[in-house]
């Protein structure tokens, strides 16, 4: 056929042009398409700018935090509108019944703010009463401390994430409250389409509900405010909240004080009153956020940030300690060896979570010793590369479940950049919402303990220990990193193996994220509980060869979907270009201008 000879000199010099999966073994009948550069797991590049950048697990979120941007909001201006979006969008993991915490790199004064926006428990309930109240509802296995319910209204502590916004906006804002919510406001009353892996979560959230409906004692509200028809809505399908749009009108009209001492505290109050809760608006307008100054170790030349306790940020800092010890790079990514040094840290740094992260005004957190390098050496020590350890315990002798939850980043054009985390706790929180308000009210404390002389124990005006963590890292003085990883005790363990897979295996901030990733489940929880040696958790993307090297070392090892949480992060390089990334087992986006 003529022109055919020209065709296939064309087709031979294409072929030989595209590189075959760049020096790693070609898979075929897997299903995906082929990438020309970078790792071939990767789903994405990352998504570069010069002027602004933000990640979320929305995109119309992330759209909503460039607009922002654009009008001249400050990176703090486009993540609170991002977050109030969310709490619409993704009320299967956050909202303003729940909880905030975040860290913010200020270019002009050059250094880190940490901000605790977490909630204390209701100064009305005691320790005794919630402890026969937990017996009642939720009777323990014999030997076993009582545990406080997901649901209902013992788990109901006082929701910071308001006080947290404005704290943010007061010391970074540039636009009017006004302003930044107006995004919010729209979509709840326009309304929105429920995103694929959203959608899949609301319709959990409701089995849940109806499984433990007889801890709710009232549940109409919600089924009105989020199952309309009595069902979760499908992807695809439009979504309102008018009730929630009124709310944030009031935020936008009266600030902070409508939440905590005006109409909306007096509705919580009315209502928590009408069901039998203890929350009440004495508690609500005694809350208060408070800046913290970041702790830090140093891995390799990177300085990694957390917030210290009552959140679980330190175990980041305690695993990469151990761990630096070790040459993670010869062992290789994905080896046995790099799964059973990992796994193993986890467990070590986990012990010290479960015994010692506190509220600090509570309990005096052995922080210095905990971060130390001789601490780090002494219980690398333990570690045995032909085998599991034994039952561990703590390293030190002083007294003493899954969370769903959104992570945001945001920088700006003049190099403000933002960590931001915030949560319900478990899926979308007690059950209870309060009537006309729009938004459900948190459950974050079942993560009490009700052990006596627990650091953790339950008390009246006590922050709970919390799971989400934002994460920060800079590098030779400078802001490199913003970054999280979203989903219960999953955050310590993700936040290391992003920041390993970066600095260690030399991935991009996107192949960081997509790469697959491991969960350790077991060992003593923060709850004076123990869930014995566990179980190391696989995604699919791992070697099965692997498996059985690691059952050999005596783990127990499950390949499992789902349960490795949620990624976004924003890298600032030496040119002052932001890199986005987005998590892929997520319906977010990474976007920038």
Same mark, same amino acid.
């Given at each position: 056929?003529?022109? /055919?000879?020209?065709?296939?000199?064309?087709?031979?010099?294409?072929?030989?042009?595209?590189?075959?999966?760049?020096?790693?073994?070609?898979?075929?009948?897997?299903?995906?398409?082929?990438?020309?550069?970078?790792?071939?797991?990767?789903?994405?590049?990352?998504?570069?700018?010069?002027?602004?950048?933000?990640?979320?697990?929305?995109?119309?979120?992330?759209?909503?935090?460039?607009?922002?941007?654009?009008?001249?909001?400050?990176?703090?201006?486009?993540?609170?509108?991002?977050?109030?979006?969310?709490?619409?969008?993704?009320?299967?993991?956050?909202?303003?019944?729940?909880?905030?915490?975040?860290?913010?790199?200020?270019?002009?004064?050059?250094?880190?703010?940490?901000? &605790?926006?977490?909630?204390?428990?209701?100064?009305?309930?005691?320790?005794?009463?919630?402890?026969?109240?937990?017996?009642?509802?939720?009777?323990?296995?014999?030997?076993?401390?009582?545990?406080?319910?997901?649901?209902?209204?013992?788990?109901?502590?006082?929701?910071?994430?308001?006080?947290?916004?404005?704290?943010?906006?007061?010391?970074?804002?540039?636009?009017?409250?006004?302003?930044?919510?107006?995004?919010?406001?729209?979509?709840?009353?326009?309304?929105?389409?429920?995103?694929?892996?959203?959608?899949?979560?609301?319709?959990?959230?409701?089995?849940?509900?109806?499984?433990?409906?007889?801890?709710?004692?009232?549940?109409?509200?919600?089924?009105?405010?989020?199952?309309?028809?009595?069902?979760?809505?499908?992807?695809?399908?439009?979504?309102?909240?008018?009730?929630?749009?009124?709310?944030?009108?009031?935020?936008?009209?009266?600030?902070?004080?409508?939440?905590?001492?005006?109409?909306?505290?007096?509705?919580?109050?009315?209502?928590?009153?009408?069901?039998?809760?203890?929350?009440?608006?004495?508690?609500?307008?005694?809350?208060?956020?408070?800046?913290?100054?970041?702790?830090?170790? &140093?891995?390799?030349?990177?300085?990694?940030?957390?917030?210290?306790?009552?959140?679980?940020?330190?175990?980041?800092?305690?695993?990469?300690?151990?761990?630096?010890?070790?040459?993670?790079?010869?062992?290789?990514?994905?080896?046995?060896?790099?799964?059973?040094?990992?796994?193993?840290?986890?467990?070590?740094?986990?012990?010290?979570?479960?015994?010692?992260?506190?509220?600090?005004?509570?309990?005096?957190?052995?922080?210095?010793?905990?971060?130390?390098?001789?601490?780090?050496?002494?219980?690398?020590?333990?570690?045995?590369?032909?085998?599991?350890?034994?039952?561990?315990?703590?390293?030190?002798?002083?007294?003493?479940?899954?969370?769903?939850?959104?992570?945001?980043?945001?920088?700006?054009?003049?190099?403000?950049?933002?960590?931001?985390?915030?949560?319900?706790?478990?899926?979308?929180?007690?059950?209870?919402?309060?009537?006309?308000?729009?938004?459900?009210?948190?459950?974050?404390?079942?993560?009490?303990?009700?052990?006596?002389?627990?650091?953790?124990?339950?008390?009246?005006?006590?922050?709970?220990?919390?799971?989400?963590?934002?994460?920060?890292?800079?590098?030779?003085?400078?802001?490199?990193?913003?970054?999280?990883?979203?989903?219960?005790?999953?955050?310590?363990?993700?936040?290391?193996?992003?920041?390993? &897979?970066?600095?260690?295996?030399?991935? &991009?901030?996107?192949?960081?994220?997509?790469?697959?990733?491991?969960?350790?489940?077991?060992?003593?929880?923060?709850?004076? /509980?123990?869930?014995?040696?566990?179980?190391?958790?696989?995604?699919?993307?791992?070697?099965?060869?692997?498996?059985?090297?690691?059952?050999?070392?005596?783990?127990?090892?499950?390949?499992?979907?789902?349960?490795?949480?949620?990624?976004?992060?924003?890298?600032?390089?030496?040119?002052?270009?932001?890199?986005?990334?987005?998590?892929?087992?997520?319906?977010?986006?990474?976007?920038?201008?």
């Amino acid at each position: 056929m003529k022109g /055919t000879g020209n065709v296939s000199i064309w087709l031979i010099l294409l072929l030989m042009w595209i590189p075959l999966s760049h020096g790693r073994a070609q898979v075929f009948g897997h299903g995906g398409g082929d990438r020309l550069v970078g790792a071939p797991f990767a789903t994405r590049s990352p998504v570069l700018a010069r002027h602004g950048m933000a990640a979320t697990s929305q995109p119309l979120a992330t759209q909503v935090a460039l607009d922002i941007l654009k009008k001249g909001g400050s990176a703090v201006d486009a993540a609170i509108a991002a977050n109030a979006v969310l709490g619409l969008m993704e009320p299967t993991g956050c909202g303003i019944g729940g909880d905030l915490f975040a860290i913010v790199w200020d270019p002009e004064t050059r250094r880190l703010y940490g901000l &605790n926006a977490s909630g204390r428990s209701p100064q009305g309930l005691s320790f005794e009463t919630m402890v026969a109240e937990a017996r009642r509802l939720q009777p323990p296995e014999p030997g076993e401390p009582p545990t406080i319910p997901l649901w209902g209204v013992l788990p109901v502590t006082v929701p910071g994430a308001v006080d947290g916004w404005f704290e943010l906006h007061a010391r970074f804002g540039r636009l009017p409250m006004r302003e930044v919510l107006a995004p919010a406001i729209r979509y709840a009353r326009e309304g929105f389409p429920v995103s694929q892996v959203i959608a899949y979560y609301w319709a959990q959230n409701l089995e849940r509900f109806q499984e433990n409906r007889h801890l709710i004692p009232e549940f109409d509200n919600a089924l009105r405010t989020f199952f309309p028809g009595g069902r979760a809505p499908r992807e695809g399908e439009i979504f309102r909240n008018p009730d929630l749009a009124r709310t944030y009108e009031l935020l936008a009209e009266q600030g902070r004080e409508a939440f905590y001492r005006g109409v909306i505290a007096e509705t919580i109050d009315a209502y928590m009153r009408r069901i039998g809760g203890y929350l009440r608006k004495e508690d609500l307008a005694a809350h208060r956020s408070e800046w913290v100054e970041p702790v830090s170790v &140093n891995y390799r030349g990177y300085d990694v940030y957390e917030l210290p306790p009552n959140g679980q940020g330190i175990a980041v800092l305690q695993m990469l300690n151990i761990l630096e010890g070790f040459d993670l790079k010869a062992m290789g990514w994905g080896s046995a060896d790099y799964l059973h040094v990992m796994a193993e840290a986890k467990r070590l740094a986990f012990e010290d979570r479960a015994r010692f992260y506190a509220d600090p005004d509570f309990y005096q957190i052995p922080l210095e010793r905990l971060l130390s390098r001789e601490y780090a050496a002494e219980r690398r020590r333990l570690i045995r590369m032909d085998t599991v350890m034994a039952e561990v315990g703590p390293g030190l002798d002083e007294p003493l479940p899954d969370g769903d939850t959104i992570y945001l980043t945001v920088a700006d054009s003049s190099g403000m950049m933002v960590s931001l985390i915030q949560s319900n706790y478990t899926g979308m929180g007690s059950g209870l919402v309060p009537d006309g308000l729009g938004f459900m009210l948190q459950d974050r404390g079942a993560l009490f303990a009700l052990v006596p002389g627990h650091p953790n124990a339950y008390a009246p005006g006590k922050r709970p220990f919390h799971t989400i963590i934002p994460g920060f890292v800079m590098k030779d003085g400078e802001p490199w990193l913003s970054f999280g990883v979203m989903g219960g005790d999953m955050q310590p363990q993700g936040h290391v193996q992003v920041l390993t &897979n970066m600095i260690d295996f030399g991935m &991009n901030v996107q192949e960081a994220g997509d790469a697959a990733r491991w969960r350790h489940i077991g060992g003593r929880t923060p709850l004076g /509980t123990s869930e014995g040696a566990g179980v190391l958790l696989l995604e699919s993307g791992f070697d099965p060869a692997v498996v059985q090297e690691l059952e050999r070392r005596g783990h127990r090892v499950r390949f499992t979907r789902g349960a490795f949480g949620g990624y976004q992060a924003i890298l600032r390089d030496s040119l002052g270009v932001y890199h986005g990334a987005s998590e892929m087992r997520k319906d977010g986006q990474a976007a920038g201008y």
